[in-house]
């Protein structure tokens, strides 16, 4: 038996494709006992989402699902029924966290909003993961990443680099899911603080977070550049931080960030002190902030000689920040990440045994771990709602005939 | 109302620049004690960070680091001085948490590395953020978020399509995602401590924190032996899916749509052009194929209209539409306002301050303690006074000295 940071910790998920089941991965991932909640037929949305492997989609091999949902019991329910919401609302009251992604207006037309819940079990922290949040003019806009990633500013502030003409291109949102994940994480670290909070004082609350919020504090320095300078940070300004140059190599690219002196001395010593960098405006600093990329093309005549490796070497060398752009390819077969098991493999009944990214950080006393992969949709039925709720497999066979589970 | 969740614990806060001081502030604004540690010969390098060629005269000035380091108190020890490292103990001996982010090795060499430091405090949580870890063939390697972000294949996956790699969005990504995680981290060993009087030691590097968000592009790889390429706005399913620009100077929308419902209703709101009707774009796969052409058609309609008109009457339509805010248009969001999302602050030297608060809110905890930014070494006399006991000569002593410096 596993004995996690959050063991113990009672878990409801009611959520789906990436935010809601991120925030709750992060708990069941440390030990917290988590009850997935699916409706039944299709179950999470995210099992339609690749990757799938050779690309043929099943609803048990979907990489994103199977990567969101390790360490968490499965069950099926159809909480539009009266006997659905009535086992919700039994696994509610066995709960000490619910964790939801649903927009307001569905939890209220559900008769699952805060207030209700709370009556239900007033240990109960809620929390609930929406682009907007519960309140505001905007709470009811429908969202996605794209849009998350534009309204927070974080997309405004993508530099526009590497393009031909900068006037044509848009705002730049961020990779992959990005945008979901962070409000996960930031749900997670809000929800932590809310079940420290119920130790003490027995009560539930409403953790509620907002996309927009969690993208948008990302943008804290530039933002407040804005509300205390006065200033707007222009979009076309080339490489994000001044230091920091997207430079081309023989074979790809690396990024090399030489911020601060010392820095900046070793990256003049590992090209060899090149002629330009004894220019006296190079010595100061601040000229080197407002020139990055004046910088960059020159750093670029230097690493267009040589291959990303030696790039990476002779960094390592002069104790120069920098490292290739690299792809998952060189990322899943890097040495440093093999020396700290990162990547960890697991068997799933359907799926096989695949390589999954594991802990995002080494506890020592209580270790990340995955005791049980992904569940197959329903997987956990008898065991929750027998084995915890006390209903007999007569009930579950006709509460499977009614639609309920 | 309730206290603050954190409320009684206390940080000692070796962290600077980025990752560590944003971990911190948010430990601060639940309601911990954050001892933020600093000398007069190094302090917090974000203090002399200028700004679009002001030079700062003080070290009270910078926006880089309010925007950082508020809901913090703040002292000025010089460690290279044993006296100054007896006192650090002294204040472990009374905290609950220690945090640090420097390169390799420098804990351990001022004699509090975790083993020294649970000698002090037997229970003490020690957290430690790094760019690689703190084991591994990578270990002592200087590190900056976007060198790292290039490590984990972050860069190759950001960018338009058929661009060079790009850098994901504003000012230090990895730092603040490995920061989320690592509060994360922290808030979960303090719920263990708090059941089995147990501490532990968090290794956090922001490499294996940011991967966590890369699931679907690694497990492509580690499936189908894929790597992803750069997508600019698009997205693997819906279309359309993109960044339109509007009327004015770089001013853009940002619109999604998931379904046949989606764009029946879109045709409408945008007025049933002809081109809507043509054959490629009348189902949801080929609008897929055909989105570079319908990107295009698209953007000749939002063109005509201001980003925030085009957001609400699609969204009065039911669709994801969301303008591409800037940092002015951030600033004076009309959502955030009504959330109270930005707080403010009076300092003694850079007047009213307006930053990005938490992005998530309790229900039931009064707001959160944000007081404003620490000016250096503000708070001496209260750290070594009153919670130590030292006396005003002895305090006086150790100034002079340079101790306390």
Redesign the interface.
């Known amino acids: 038996m596993n004995v996690g940071a959050l063991s113990g910790l009672k878990v409801v998920e009611y959520s789906q494709f990436i935010s809601g089941p991120y925030c709750a991965k992060l708990l069941a991932d440390l030990g917290a006992e988590v009850v997935k909640v699916e409706k039944p037929g299709f179950g999470d949305k995210a099992r339609s989402f690749g990757p799938f492997p050779r690309d043929i989609p099943h609803p048990e091999k979907s990489g994103l699902f199977l990567y969101l949902n390790t360490n968490k019991l499965g069950v099926t329910l159809n909480v539009e029924s009266a006997t659905g919401m009535k086992v919700f609302k039994e696994l509610v009251k066995w709960a000490d966290v619910l964790v939801e992604n649903n927009s307001p207006r569905e939890m209220k037309r559900l008769g699952l909003d805060y207030e209700s819940l709370h009556k239900v079990n007033p240990r109960l922290v809620v929390t609930s993961i929406t682009p907007f949040g519960q309140t505001g003019p905007y709470r009811d806009n429908k969202a996605c990443d794209l849009i998350g990633f534009h309204v927070s500013g974080m997309a405004y502030l993508n530099p526009v680099d590497g393009v031909e003409d900068i006037e044509q291109q848009p705002p730049l949102k961020g990779a992959a899911h990005a945008g979901d994940f962070m409000a996960g994480l930031s749900g997670a670290v809000g929800t932590m603080s809310a079940v420290i909070a119920q130790q003490t004082t027995g009560l539930g609350q409403h953790v509620d977070l907002s996309e927009q919020e969690a993208l948008a504090s990302i943008t804290r320095y530039e933002v407040g550049i804005f509300t205390h300078e006065g200033l707007p940070w222009e979009r076309q300004r080339g490489g994000r931080g001044p230091e920091t140059s997207i430079v081309p190599c023989q074979d790809g690219y690396a990024v090399i960030n030489a911020t601060g002196e010392g820095f900046w001395t070793n990256l003049v010593k590992m090209m060899g002190n090149p002629d330009w960098t004894k220019n006296e405006l190079f010595q100061d600093p601040f000229y080197r902030r407002q020139n990055s990329d004046a910088i960059r093309l020159m750093v670029g005549e230097w690493s267009k000689e040589r291959t990303t490796e030696e790039v990476k070497y002779a960094a390592q060398a002069n104790r120069v920040p920098a490292m290739p752009v690299y792809t998952a390819k060189e990322a899943v077969n890097s040495e440093q990440l093999a020396a700290r098991e990162f990547f960890v493999e697991i068997n799933h009944k359907e799926a096989g045994r695949i390589k999954y990214p594991g802990a995002p950080y080494k506890l020592s006393g209580t270790p990340w771990s995955v005791h049980c992969s992904a569940p197959l949709l329903g997987e956990h039925n008898e065991g929750v709602y027998c084995g915890m709720l006390g209903y007999t497999r007569q009930d579950l066979t006709k509460m499977r005939g009614l639609g309920v589970i | 109302m309730?206290?603050l969740?954190?409320d009684g614990a206390r940080v000692v806060d070796f962290t600077a620049i980025w990752h560590g001081p944003h971990l911190s502030q948010?430990l601060g604004v639940?309601g911990a004690e954050i001892i933020k540690i600093e000398s007069s010969l190094h302090p917090d390098?974000t203090r002399s960070r200028?700004?679009?060629?002001?030079?700062r005269a003080g070290l009270n000035l910078s926006?880089?680091f309010?925007?950082?380091n508020y809901g913090k108190k703040d002292v000025t020890l010089n460690m290279a001085q044993p006296k100054a490292r007896e006192l650090a103990r002294e204040i472990v001996k009374i905290s609950d948490i220690v945090a640090d982010n420097f390169g390799g090795g420098v804990m351990e060499r001022w004699g509090l590395g975790?083993p020294d430091l649970k000698k002090l405090k037997p229970d003490i949580i020690v957290y430690s953020g790094s760019g690689?870890?703190r084991?591994?063939?990578?270990k002592d390697?200087?590190?900056?978020a976007?060198?790292?972000?290039?490590?984990?294949?972050?860069?190759?996956?950001?960018?338009?399509v058929g661009?060079?790699?790009?850098?994901?969005?504003?000012?230090?990504?990895d730092d603040?995602?490995a920061a989320?995680?690592?509060?994360?981290?922290i808030?979960?060993?303090?719920?263990?401590r708090?059941?089995t009087g147990?501490?532990?030691?968090?290794?956090?590097?922001m490499?294996?924190?940011g991967?966590?968000?890369?699931?679907?592009?690694?497990?492509?790889?580690?499936?189908?032996g894929?790597?992803?390429g750069r997508v600019?706005?698009r997205?693997?399913?819906?279309a359309p899916?993109?960044?339109?620009?509007c009327r004015g100077q770089?001013k853009?929308?940002?619109i999604?749509v998931?379904n046949e419902e989606e764009w029946i209703a879109f045709c409408k709101a945008i007025g049933n052009p002809e081109w809507t009707k043509e054959e490629r774009f009348g189902n949801e796969l080929s609008r897929w194929k055909n989105q570079e052409k319908l990107d295009k058609l698209i953007g000749e309609w939002t063109i005509n209209y201001d980003h925030y008109e085009v957001m609400e009457r699609l969204?009065k339509a039911?669709?994801?539409?969301?303008?591409?805010?800037?940092?002015?248009?951030?600033?004076h969001?009309?959502?955030?306002k009504?959330?109270d999302?930005?707080v403010e602050m009076e300092h003694p030297e850079?007047g009213r301050?307006?930053?990005?608060g938490?992005?998530?809110?309790?229900?039931?905890?009064p707001k959160g303690n944000y007081q404003c930014p620490p000016l250096l070494g503000e708070h001496n006399d209260y750290v070594f006074g009153e919670l130590l006991g030292l006396s005003k000569e002895e305090v006086r002593q150790l100034k002079e000295e340079k101790v306390i410096y």
Request: charged fraction near 15%.
């Open positions: 309730q206290k969740p954190l948010w639940m390098i200028f700004v679009f060629g002001k030079e926006v880089d309010a925007a950082l975790y690689y870890g084991t591994g063939p990578y390697l200087p590190a900056f976007s060198v790292v972000e290039a490590f984990t294949g972050l860069h190759s996956i950001t960018g338009h661009g060079e790699p790009a850098q994901m969005a504003s000012h230090a990504w603040l995602v989320q995680h690592g509060v994360f981290a808030l979960a060993a303090l719920y263990h708090s059941k147990e501490g532990q030691y968090i290794d956090l590097s490499s294996e924190a991967a966590a968000f890369l699931a679907e592009p690694i497990m492509d790889y580690t499936m189908n894929r790597v992803a600019g706005n997205d693997n399913i819906m899916h993109g960044c339109y620009r770089d853009w929308v940002a999604a998931s969204q039911g669709i994801m539409a969301g303008a591409s805010l800037d940092m002015e248009e951030l600033a969001d009309p959502h955030l009504e959330r999302f930005f850079m301050l307006s930053l990005p938490l992005p998530w809110r309790l229900s039931n905890t």
